[in-house]
């Protein structure tokens, strides 16, 4: 790593936000009373996912564009993202004049991807994972003469995403606490910069998916160490290694790191549908995560930053039924009881009085593993929670059948 970064300081995100006047929305920060009542205090959300191009990305992508000189421009940005900066810079160089080019993974989700062409970008896929994309994009740079825009290791981008930390502290000014998503850091970096000099006492926390968790090994090493494999579903934080100025703010900070599971990702994500009418991305959810998680390590008032809603719908499908069972509320298990008339229907008529919702039903009778005369039924169902889970098992096995999963 560099000797002495150079680290953005709370005037150079004043300038920034002074190049980003009109041009960005000051997002709302919303009361949020559910996740209140389990930190024990104040709770808020902080929408970026009702932030233009659907993330906080624009911010910092526009004030990189717009400090290139006029020569610069003219030749045009090249950008590596899984969809968020992919269509910050997409928009940002649409209303700056130049043209971008856009390098994004082959998985990239295809509502970010098509969102990207339509902010006018020469969209390329290429590698796996962003990182891959990042060596296509600068090496697109070296042979075109593009001007690179690092998704986050880039002074101007960091100062960009601290106009963010400006908004929560005048939003929120006895904040205690703030919960940041965790990628390669521009957000964290740019919210700690500017808390360190206005409220140095409030706590930043960045969390991390646990499967994409770069940067505490980093710390510990005290240079960017990369992942030898990332996991999540949080697509917008599946980045491998810290930036080397993102990693300088956080140990200048002393910035506390947290993880989540791809179980705490998706509960926050349905938390956020139900409770707060708000549709955040995996990777915009995981502070409301962090806090689900273990509401009492942080205090309040506390803010969660949503910083992303660009989610597939198929997506959000999948995250809605899995964020339903980790919550307890799919349950699928087997019953095994003697074939005759009226044992089915005594069965589902027990359900009924549970008063749990079947969702799907497969009767076997034909099957190496039963007994002779005897029937298999295994049942999805829809129930209240966990609490409720237990009693209806409590009261099958009490009804005398045999109940198995797996």
Request: aromatic share 4%; with cysteine.
């Amino acid at each position: 790593m560099a000797e002495n970064p150079t680290l953005v300081r709370l005037d150079d995100v004043l300038a920034a936000r002074e190049l980003l006047a009109n041009v960005v929305r000051r997002t709302p920060l919303e009361e949020c009373a559910p996740l209140a009542v389990k930190a024990g205090g104040p709770a808020w959300l902080k929408c970026e996912n009702l932030q233009l191009a659907g993330s906080f990305k624009i911010r910092g992508a526009y004030v990189r564009i717009a400090r290139l000189s006029d020569a610069e421009r003219a030749r045009g940005v090249v950008a590596a993202s899984a969809g968020n900066h992919a269509q910050g810079v997409a928009l940002a160089a649409g209303l700056l004049g130049t043209s971008a080019t856009v390098f994004m993974p082959t998985g990239a989700p295809l509502p970010k991807l098509a969102a990207t062409k339509a902010y006018g970008a020469d969209v390329r896929l290429e590698g796996d994972r962003v990182d891959d994309s990042l060596v296509a994009a600068k090496r697109y740079a070296e042979q075109t003469g593009a001007i690179f825009i690092h998704p986050f290791d880039h002074f101007d981008i960091v100062a960009g995403q601290g106009t963010v930390g400006l908004e929560i502290l005048e939003q929120c000014p006895d904040v205690r606490t703030i919960l940041v998503g965790v990628g390669g850091g521009g957000l964290l970096a740019g919210i700690c910069a500017v808390v360190s000099e206005l409220k140095p006492e409030v706590r930043v926390v960045g969390a991390q998916a646990a499967g994409a968790a770069a940067f505490p090994g980093s710390i510990a090493a005290r240079w960017p160490v990369p992942l030898t494999s990332v996991a999540t579903i949080a697509d917008g934080i599946a980045v491998g290694m810290p930036g080397e100025l993102t990693l300088a703010h956080v140990l200048e900070h002393r910035t506390e790191i947290t993880t989540v599971t791809e179980e705490d990702i998706s509960e926050a994500l349905l938390f956020c549908l139900e409770r707060a009418k708000l549709v955040v991305e995996p990777a915009g959810g995981v502070g409301v995560a962090a806090l689900l998680a273990d509401p009492r390590r942080y205090e309040p008032p506390v803010v969660a930053v949503l910083s992303g809603g660009n989610i597939d719908p198929l997506l959000l499908h999948r995250v809605i039924e899995h964020g339903l069972a980790a919550a307890g509320r799919y349950l699928h298990f087997h019953v095994r009881f003697a074939d005759r008339p009226g044992t089915l229907s005594a069965l589902t008529g027990l359900l009924a009085e549970q008063g749990v919702n079947v969702l799907d039903v497969e009767h076997r009778r034909h099957d190496a593993r039963l007994h002779l005369g005897e029937v298999e039924v295994s049942l999805s169902v829809e129930t209240k929670g966990n609490e409720h889970s237990q009693r209806l098992l409590t009261a099958l096995r009490k009804a005398g059948y045999e109940v198995s999963f797996g």
